[in-house]
């Protein structure tokens, strides 16, 4: 048999070798670093910061109260009453 036996690969290699890999609207795939974990150096879900999926919203009634308020302040708007 002449496979190479595999290794694993050391946290250099891993970071040196890591891409996003998203697909862009030409249909090249992105080249950027993925955003990585502070806490373990490691990419978090291999997507770099401007592929990195939808955000989820407010998951409460206080979340969502505070981003419409964030909203109506930023657009210099008053909320109706």
Not at 36 to 44: A, K
């Amino acid at each position: 048999m002449g496979a190479a036996a595999s290794r694993q690969m050391t946290p250099a290699e891993i970071q040196a070798r890591a891409v996003c890999g998203a697909r862009l609207p030409d249909g090249r795939k992105c080249g950027c670093r993925p955003v990585e974990n502070p806490q373990t150096g490691f990419p978090r879900n291999g997507r770099c910061a401007a592929h990195g999926g939808w955000s989820t919203g407010p998951r409460t009634a206080e979340g969502l109260a505070r981003a419409v308020t964030a909203m109506f302040e930023a657009r210099g708007l008053t909320p109706r009453k």
